[in-house]
């Protein structure tokens, strides 16, 4: 009988939280560093573009959001001073403009003018609720949507136009520090990739900076707000490569059903009927005498 192996030692939800902490190595931006006491909390909020769960490191009394994004790193570390420390995972943290979290709120109530407590309302997580309408004082809603006073009651409706008047210059300002930095902002580079300096980014373009400055802002705004931006600005559109190619490949298979078709064409398939010769009068006169002898063959069988 094979020997039984050890039970292996469940570790603790405490135990897994602190190698996981210990191995976690977080990127700050200054703005979160400088006071040390602030109340700085983990929350969970709906990514605008994607309406997934996301991320964010809110502080209440510094007034700040910021989105925390994972990289997973498996097998790395770094030194410090003469330490070797182990990395899991890489968090970078981001400040984040909370108006574009209340965009997509705001599209699907679009239709009429609504008070905020019926807009900013998440109908599959009710908690988060009063956390958008705390997160909504740190912001100018008249940026993107039209105010209305009935009495004492305060009604909101989107507006679209707003909206895009005020994406413009975050598009302009993001493409500035673009071209002042010379990133490469070459079709084939992604945006998430480290950024280096070349030659080919210090002759690009007014609208090559543009477009990879509202790629950058799009990844922040739902579909439809992305294609009215993108008219906005007026920059057409860019078929994507996959898609060229596939439309290619379709082509080309289709060029040679064709070829195919016309060899067949050229060269039809010819069958050859198995024509039976007439039989003449002496012939028939032959087969009816043959009828009713023995062949040659049945002369050679033994005899039972």
Not at 189 to 197: C, E, G, H, L, M
Request: glycine content about 2%; some cysteine.
């Amino acid at each position: 009988m094979a020997p039984r192996g050890r039970k292996p030692k469940v570790k603790t939800e405490q135990e897994n939280t602190e190698l996981f902490e210990k191995n976690r190595f977080f990127i700050l931006p200054d703005a979160l560093t400088k006071n040390k006491n602030t109340d700085q909390q983990f929350i969970k909020l709906r990514h605008p573009q994607t309406s997934e769960l996301a991320l964010f490191v809110y502080s209440e009394n510094e007034k700040t959001l910021a989105q925390m994004r994972s990289l997973p790193f498996s097998h790395r570390s770094f030194f410090k001073g003469n330490d070797v420390i182990p990395i899991d995972r890489i968090d970078f943290v981001t400040l984040v403009d909370p108006m574009f979290l209340f965009l997509p709120y705001f599209v699907k109530c679009s239709s009429m003018f609504c008070p905020l407590d019926q807009i900013l309302v998440d109908e599959y997580l009710p908690e988060l609720n009063n956390l958008l309408l705390k997160l909504s004082e740190l912001t100018n809603l008249k940026q993107v949507a039209t105010k209305k006073e009935v009495g004492d009651l305060i009604l909101w409706q989107y507006n679209e136009s707003k909206t895009l008047e005020w994406l413009t210059p975050k598009i302009e300002k993001v493409s500035k520090v673009l071209a002042a930095q010379q990133i490469n902002v070459n079709q084939n580079a992604a945006i998430s990739s480290s950024f280096k300096v070349c030659e080919t980014s210090i002759q690009a373009t007014n609208e090559q900076y543009q477009r990879y400055a509202y790629n950058i802002i799009s990844e922040y705004l739902h579909i439809d707000i992305q294609k009215s931006l993108l008219k906005h600005l007026g920059l057409p559109e860019i078929i994507e490569c996959n898609k060229r190619k596939a439309d290619e490949n379709k082509n080309d298979v289709n060029k040679k059903v064709k070829h195919k078709e016309v060899e067949y064409d050229e060269v039809p398939f010819q069958v050859v009927k198995n024509v039976t010769p007439k039989l003449t009068a002496k012939d028939k006169a032959l087969k009816k005498a043959a009828s009713g002898t023995k062949s040659i063959s049945s002369f050679f069988k033994k005899s039972i």
